[in-house]
């Protein structure tokens, strides 16, 4: 095997080379998404598959580096992003890159960062999301006696959510919306609590901090993302380039679908924002490491625009943003975009909203799982995460 990463490129939806394509209908532009798997995960206990140096952090960061100089795309989205100042911020601003960065909550030490070309795109807005802010959306019924001790907080706290849920059930089974209004946070927040109320009763998880039971310990995972409008200096067109990971863990779906749906909505809003402050209709772009597997919940509800389980009714005040997977609608979702010993699936996506002005015209290539710079897992020298890129270039056309 190769000491030096392997190079992906990108593959013409029409079958050829991108640079063998006849003359554009309109605008090109290409955005890359990868997790590059944050240094401060990378031990040898968890990665025994891997070659001992390929981990190190000199290694690694350097590989990951010549990846990028190589792709060269106008747009990164990164995830699991730590040493951003010491490193990626300063190396990528001589590749000729601007950066946003949003560092997760808590003692975490990675997070998500948005890098562009700043010869090509300016940018025009940013907004940051915590998905910790659901936990604010809770309401305990009780703030007024916050002071006074009380045994049974946790249970009260239940009971009201109970309450919610069932106020939300009612209001969406009778699509009497107008009687109850809520913000996006606080949708997210009672779609989570119909599912953790169910007859099921609560999931548990591999991460405790605290009582599972408890919903405010629940949605605390310390998960970010990053939302950012850019102007095209030529021509001059805006587009929305959304970047996020969600939670990790598999058996905390209803914790990822909470997230999904807080996303959506804050992307709607930033998009309403935006299309009333510069009286246009911008494109959207959503990519990331969703942790989440082709046909779950989660990108069910993403690709679908609209909620996919009966207890997400079509009563929303205020409708998420349809999108479609680039892979999905051109090539069909790659069988894997991570590829360990212990887990090989697909759980990063590039999405897009679509339209009559915008369209994926070439995807980044994935190996096989027969190919011989893969095989035994990674990371390895060939490829310096345990995920892979993916990628797009997309092409606008304006009347």
């Not at 659901?134 to 916050?146: A, W």
Request: charged fraction near 25%.
């Amino acid at each position: 095997m190769s000491s030096s990463p392997v190079f992906p490129k990108f593959v013409s939806v029409e079958g050829a080379d991108i640079h063998s394509r006849s003359k554009p209908d309109g605008f090109r532009f290409s955005l890359v998404s990868y997790n590059i798997l944050a240094q401060v995960y990378v031990k040898s206990s968890l990665f025994p598959h891997s070659p001992s140096s390929s981990l190190k952090w000199k290694s690694r960061s350097n590989s990951i580096l010549e990846v990028i100089k190589n792709l060269g795309a106008d747009f990164f989205c990164l995830q699991e992003v730590d040493e951003f100042d010491s490193f990626y911020k300063g190396n990528m601003q001589e590749l000729g890159y601007s950066s946003i960065y949003m560092k997760r909550s808590g003692q975490k030490r990675d997070g998500c960062g948005l890098f562009y070309k700043h010869d090509r795109a300016e940018l025009v807005l940013e907004e940051k999301i915590e998905y910790n802010d659901l936990v604010k959306s809770i309401q305990d019924g009780n703030s007024s006696n916050d002071d006074e001790p009380n045994n049974d907080q946790p249970d009260k706290q239940k009971d009201v959510a109970r309450k919610n849920a069932q106020k939300v059930r009612k209001c969406c089974y009778m699509h009497a919306c107008t009687s109850f209004s809520v913000q996006s946070s606080e949708y997210a927040v009672c779609y989570f609590f119909i599912n953790w109320f169910s007859d099921a009763g609560p999931k548990s998880g591999a991460e405790d901090r605290g009582d599972p039971n408890d919903p405010r310990v629940r949605l605390k995972r310390d998960c970010v993302g990053i939302l950012a409008a850019f102007k095209f200096k030529d021509p001059s067109n805006i587009i929305i380039v959304a970047n996020t990971q969600l939670y990790w863990d598999p058996e905390w779906a209803d914790v990822k679908l909470a997230q999904a749906k807080y996303l959506l909505s804050r992307l709607a809003q930033f998009k309403t924002l935006l299309s009333d402050r510069y009286e246009c209709t911008p494109e959207v772009i959503v990519a990331g490491d969703f942790n989440s597997t082709p046909g779950d919940m989660v990108y069910q509800y993403l690709l679908s625009g609209n909620p996919s389980s009966e207890l997400m009714p079509d009563c929303i005040e205020e409708r998420p943003i349809p999108l479609c997977s680039v892979y999905a609608s051109t090539r069909g979702e790659p069988p894997f975009t991570n590829y360990t010993p212990g887990f090989t699936g697909t759980l990063d996506y590039i999405l897009f909203c679509p339209s009559d002005y915008i369209k994926p015209i070439s995807f980044l290539e994935l190996p096989d799982s027969n190919a011989a710079d893969i095989v035994g897992g990674l990371p390895n020298f060939s490829h310096p995460s345990d995920h892979l890129p993916i990628g797009a270039e997309f092409e606008i056309v304006k009347e």
